[in-house]
């Protein structure tokens, strides 16, 4: 079956979100490319035209997270911002692509999971009998769960590239989606003329393994910070010891709250109860962190000043936060707004539940009990003992870019990402991969500011050396960290 594309009306998601021209159309591939004649699915596909038009023959596609829809008005910039096309897909399974592989049944246990500790076997019946009656419902539909792993994704990525009779195209990506774009720049190299990378994801050691040491580094340099600053050192005179302190004590007297005002609460006409734990501090930390491109540490700092206080209470925007999480999402993923369940749980359990590097993980957890709830094992991959899809195989690893140019741009507060020195390791000797660590910002460094966005417009029209201006990063403020 030869790949086909055709128009469509763009949804009004899309045009309410956006306020720059845009087209869309579907991409129809087969489900499973080993079977010639077997089922067909639609990726959805939306164009964005920078107004005025462009000379530029290279256009961008831009991938956002892995296993969620991301908002086209926030996505859509990119190509304005650098004077070219931008296309935007919703990968096999998401948004408007067709079928879609949400899971309900997992939503709507978020309450009941907010209850319970990560480390509660009743965490593990309720999350899992939600997974696996989604799981049954997808697959008695005829979907073919597997097949919605990253090696699909990126076959569908080339197949829309050669279908629209596009040239070697820029591949811009955001965080965990990053192992999706080496994934393409493994298989297809020639189809990729430059690859953006914000906030890295390697293959190996993959999000998962690096997960504790990720968050120590980020912590590290928040402890820092705030003893640059002088109303954070007063509040927080010993940061680290005070993180430390409250975790641990939370770990062994965990709190109880019921929430009755948010608007989840009053959906349901109950109240929704929420176990705040040292895994749970550790979860909102990892997610204030990564959030606001840092500036949203200050929140995790208000927290933590509350749980040394003993005055925390129902209201606090995290244990909100906490108790209108879907699945296991908070602090374990960067973006927990639209998750689709089921197309994540694929990539998981087919693509990261085998590569976790086991003993590197281990050893970084350092005997800590909250980090090993939310590390090891993840999860993240709880779901795969019934998400019933196996494993893929292992990927070659060399070259990690395919030999394309290659931006990778890291803020040093993330907590999530592969550091640069990782980086740089995994592309040891891989010609043409500049990075660039980004002072006072977080993850998502595209996102927040101006500067990061001038050195990658800039890049991409000259992009076999180093970015040739970076002075702007020493004009990136510093977060205002004392609540």
């Known amino acids: 079956m030869v790949p086909t594309f055709a128009g469509t009306t763009c949804p009004a998601d899309v045009t309410a979100d956006v306020v720059i021209p845009v ?9 499973d490319r080993s079977k010639p004649g077997g089922r067909t699915i639609q990726i959805f596909v939306a164009r964005f035209d920078p107004p005025g038009g462009t000379t530029t023959k290279d256009p961008v596609i831009t991938l956002g997270h892995l296993g969620s829809q991301d908002g086209y008005g926030d996505m859509s910039g990119g190509g304005q911002r650098t004077h070219r096309v931008l296309y935007l897909i919703d990968p096999r399974g998401i948004g408007h692509s067709q079928p879609a592989l949400d899971c309900p049944e997992v939503a709507v246990t978020g309450p ?3 209850g319970l500790r990560l480390r509660d076997p009743a965490r593990q019946t309720v999350l899992l009998a939600a997974v696996k ?9 005829g979907i073919a769960l597997a097949s919605y792993d990253l090696a699909a994704n990126a076959a569908d990525i080339e197949d829309l590239r050669t279908t629209l009779d596009v040239g070697p195209w820029n591949l811009m990506t955001n965080g965990d989606a990053s192992r999706l774009a080496f994934e393409v720049a493994r298989r297809y190299p020639a189809g990729l003329r430059t690859l953006i990378i914000d906030s890295p994801s390697l293959p190996l050691p993959n999000f998962v393994t690096i997960g504790p040491a990720s968050l120590d580094a980020a912590i590290s340099r928040l402890v820092t910070a705030c003893a640059e600053e002088a109303a954070c050192a007063r509040a927080f005179p010993d940061l680290d010891a005070m993180i430390r302190n409250a975790i641990a004590r939370l770990d062994a007297s965990p709190l109880s709250l019921d929430l009755t005002e948010t608007v989840q609460a009053i959906r349901l006409g109950h109240a929704i109860h ?12 990892r997610s204030d962190l990564g959030a606001g491109g840092g500036t949203a540490a200050s929140r995790a700092l208000t927290t933590l000043r509350d749980v040394i206080d003993g005055r925390v209470k129902a209201d606090d925007s995290n244990i909100v936060a906490l108790s209108s999480d879907i699945g296991n999402c908070l602090g374990l993923l960067p973006n927990c707004e639209r998750p689709n369940l089921g197309a994540l749980y694929s990539i998981l359990c087919r693509d990261f539940a085998t590569q976790v590097d086991k003993d590197e993980l281990q050893a970084s957890l350092d005997g800590r009990s909250a980090y090993a709830d939310v590390f090891a094992p993840s999860p993240l991959l709880t779901p ?8 893929a195989p292992t990927p070659a690893l060399e070259p990690l870019t395919g030999g394309v140019p290659t931006l990778v741009m890291r803020g040093v507060f993330d907590p999530y990402s592969a550091t640069t020195s990782q980086v740089g390791a995994a592309a040891d000797e891989v010609p043409n991969l ?3 660590d ?13 500067c990061p966005r001038a050195i990658r417009n800039t890049w991409i029209d000259s992009p076999t050396s180093g970015p040739a201006d970076t002075s702007c990063l020493g004009s990136i ?7």
């Open 438 to 450: 980004i002072p006072n910002q977080s993850y998502n460094v595209l996102g927040y500011t101006e």
């Open 434 to 436: 500049f990075l660039v």
């Open 133 to 141: 009656a989604c799981h049954d419902r997808l697959a008695g539909q």
């Open 23 to 31: 087209s869309c159309g579907y991409l129809t591939v087969l489900e």
């Open 384 to 391: 795969c003992a019934v998400w019933d899809v196996g494993a």
């Open 477 to 483: 403020p510093a977060p205002m960290l004392a609540p």
């Open 274 to 285: 929420v176990v705040f734990d040292g895994s749970a501090l550790v979860r909102v930390i």
């Open 112 to 114: 009941e999971l907010a």
